[in-house]
């Protein structure tokens, strides 16, 4: 995208203006991820939701992938066969998701019932489901800056709530 930004800017006889703006936006791009990216906690598991009835994830290979890793989380869905894979009930209870992202559009804003009563999604029982805003997640350009920093803050947000809370014993009980 910084590349993108600057052969415009030559193209169009602005390639200082150009040049200042791509590294604005890249100092924007790694102070973000390096928030997500903080010492502490592994990373969390992370689930990043084009669609919630069906579900539909970003898989391995998409920028939305891209952001999950820069903010220092681990796309659970990158495994998994196709770039968006249509995810059932069991695959959400076996990738098990500590947080999960949903690319907030008319229709997709809510998953169903059925699927955030399983508690064994630790993203569901801990109520860390984070809506983003569509237009800004779904469509790569400049906006994705802004993406990354609403990701990594989110994911910031995760460890540092990690690194407060007691610690488990025997059976997952304080």
């Known amino acids: 995208m910084f590349a993108a930004i600057r052969r415009v800017g030559l193209l169009l006889d602005a390639a200082g203006r150009a040049e200042a703006e791509a590294a604005a936006l890249r100092r924007r791009a790694d102070r973000a991820s390096a928030s997500g990216r903080r010492e502490g906690p592994e990373g969390p598991r992370v689930l990043f939701a084009v669609s919630t009835s069906p579900v539909i994830a970003a898989g391995a290979g998409t920028f939305m992938d891209e952001l999950v890793r820069l903010s220092g989380g681990r796309n659970v869905a ?41 508690v064994e999604i630790p993203a569901f029982r801990d109520g860390s489901v984070v809506t983003l805003d569509g237009d800004i997640v779904t469509r790569p350009g400049p906006r994705l800056v802004t993406a990354l920093e609403q990701v990594s803050g989110a994911i910031a947000a995760w460890r540092e709530g990690r690194a407060k809370a007691p610690a488990r014993g025997k059976g997952g009980k304080p």
């Open 78 to 118: 990158a495994g998994l066969v196709g770039r968006y894979p249509r995810l059932s009930v069991e695959d959400l209870v076996a990738l098990r998701p500590d947080v999960v992202f949903v690319a907030g559009m008319t229709g997709v804003e809510r998953f169903p019932e059925e699927v955030t009563r399983w």
